[in-house]
């Protein structure tokens, strides 16, 4: 299964980062997933919308990774009850690629929603993109908190939802 986890936002000093690095440890330890990370603060160049149709070498890599990606999971902080404006930049570089392909939303926020809002929000959008939203969405609360946790007490809070997720991934993909 090929993955690509998405660190949604460009933000200097992004707490969001440590759940990416969660992230990457425990799809590291599974055999079957080939990962590729994206940070949208590498990839994000322009501060125009590129949309699908144009021909761009910023949009190119991007397009190239999609048509070799079985599943997206997007790591999504909450700004303002929303998404950020990065993230929408990348997404809206293809269309075509994205046509049922599963997508998890991994909320994240500061306060003890865990970024629930952010989720709503942005599952109109990936609907329009024709992805199939998986319905087990991780969510991460308290971020100062999470990103002064060892591993370990990261995976006591989070393996059985982790693990909820990845078993619905895997049907999706299927």
Known sequence: MNITLVLGTARKERRSEHITDYLQKKFSELSDVNLSYVDVAEWVK?????????????????????????????????????????????????????????????GASSGSHGGMRVIEHIQPVLNNFKMNVVPASLRFDSLKDFASMSHDARDDMQKERFDKMLALLREYVQ
């Open 46 to 106: 322009s501060p125009r919308t590129i949309p699908e149709w144009e021909d761009s070498e910023e949009s190119k890599p991007w397009k190239e990774l999609m048509t070799k990606t079985d599943a997206l999971v997007l790591v999504v902080p909450e700004y303002n009850h929303s998404y950020p404006g990065e993230l929408k930049l990348l997404l809206d570089m293809d269309f075509d690629n994205y046509n049922r392909m599963p997508v998890v939303v991994v």
